[in-house]
């Protein structure tokens, strides 16, 4: 696999497959670690963010893969167009109720630049699943 640097500003569609394989596996593990982000990534998430910074977007997604470990997430497709993708995760909750998370990334020389996952916060947490806003702090955002 080839470098950040070596991908220039543009990333073809196998380049870009393999980010969004690459970031299906760090949210199953639970692991972001060495998952490439640009350093003014910014993540923007359902009742969160902006949240910037390299460092505090992967404490943000180690939490919201956290939050999503007790469900079964299977990728469902993916869209790429250029240096973006939508990729389409089906969850099934404990109960077998299921609900579709969508994630858009952006793509820059060869790291994710942006985070902006779709879906819905208030089912989540009215079934315990995830904090409420009171409990998420000063990054919350309404």
């Not at 220039?8 to 969004?20: R, T």
């Not at 007790?70 to 497709?77: E, H, K, L, P, T």
């Not at 089906?90 to 299921?98: I, K, M, Q, S, Y």
């Not at 947490?125 to 009171?134: K, Q, R």
Request: charged share 25%; no cysteine.
């Amino acid at each position: 696999m080839r470098t950040p640097s070596e991908l220039g500003d543009h990333a073809n569609s196998s380049e870009i497959d393999d980010l969004l394989s690459r970031y299906v596996e760090a949210l199953a593990a639970q692991s972001f670690e060495a998952y490439p982000l640009t350093e003014e990534v910014t993540f923007r998430g359902p009742r969160l963010g902006p949240i910037t910074g390299a460092e505090a977007a992967r404490s943000t997604l180690v939490q919201v893969a956290g939050a999503f470990s007790r469900f079964d997430a299977v990728n469902a497709g993916q869209l790429v167009d250029g240096d973006e993708a939508v990729l389409r995760l089906e969850v099934t909750l404990p109960d077998g109720r299921g609900f579709a998370i969508a994630d858009h990334l952006r793509f820059r020389h060869g790291a994710t630049a942006y985070v902006r996952p779709y879906f819905d916060a208030g089912l989540l947490e009215s079934l315990g699943f995830a904090p409420s806003v009171d409990d998420l702090g000063p990054r919350a955002r309404l």
